[in-house]
């Protein structure tokens, strides 16, 4: 199973536009199943209830889904030069052996700014290679979304499309 998680807690963010359009293309060029998730989510109790082992009620089936993953794609938003916080908390918050230990990532920054997040996926993949994640080299880095994502038609121009296109294909074959 791929878990695709929009790594933000802003609710009708542009990464939960990006995350839509890698589930189309998902839905396309596998069979796997897919967890989609957006952090947008998560339980209003969760930073007082769901670290240092202990689980609320509505934790329970998120965490058993990130482990029943043998794949993550986050789409990962510019917060302050980096990833958001709430991603890192949310990682914090889940078994690192039994969720991440041994499986495949990919990442894809989305900003307003000229860069896609570099920086940012940087942070997260050095977090993910400490939790012993295989992490695609291919990312894909989203630049001034707000410019070229199309509210009307919910796409993104030719060239980002087929950068999302290739490294899903990659993904799958990873």
Known sequence: MIALITATN??????????????????????????????????????????????SDNFIPIEAAMREANKYLFVVPEYNGSFPGVLKLFIDSLKPQETFYGKKAALAGVSKGKFGNIRGLDHLVCVLNYLRVIVLPNRVHIISVHRIYDEATQSLDPTNTEDIRTQIKQFVEL
């Open 10 to 55: 802003r609710s009708n963010s542009y990464s939960s536009k990006i995350a839509a359009i890698y589930d189309k293309f998902l839905t396309e060029l596998t069979e796997e199943p897919v967890f989609r998730y957006s952090l947008d989510q998560l339980p209003a109790d969760f930073l007082a209830s769901n670290l240092y082992g202990k689980r």
